[in-house]
């Protein structure tokens, strides 16, 4: 049986991705923590910004996804989803002879 598959490529680059969930059959949900650094200094001040915490996301997937083979990767900082889909089987069409 064919499929299409559906990815998702985002760059999380500050971002620690703990987990990548399907609840129920329809929501993909990622989530993790985030950290950020900043630092300024010159001859006469330092000065450094952090700040933190956790994110979350939804995605509402369609109908049709094969949510046992969902699978994710990270890899350089970039998280890739991957959703397969199972083919919409298309109705089969009977030609009928037209009399007279």
Not at 9 to 23: E, F, G, Q, S, W
Not at 52 to 75: C, T, Y
């Amino acid at each position: 049986m064919a499929h299409q598959i559906v990815s998702l490529h985002k760059a999380l680059c500050p971002y620690i991705c703990h987990l990548v969930d399907v609840i129920g059959r329809r929501i993909l949900q990622i989530s993790g923590d985030r950290s950020v650094e900043k630092e300024e200094k010159n001859d006469k001040w330092h000065r450094v910004e952090r700040s933190s915490g956790q994110f979350m996301r939804r995605f509402r997937l369609p109908e049709n996804v094969k949510v046992e083979e969902v699978k994710a990767a990270m890899e350089n900082g970039v998280l890739t989803v991957t959703v397969p889909k199972a083919e919409v089987k298309k109705p089969d069409v009977k030609a009928i002879d037209i009399s007279g």
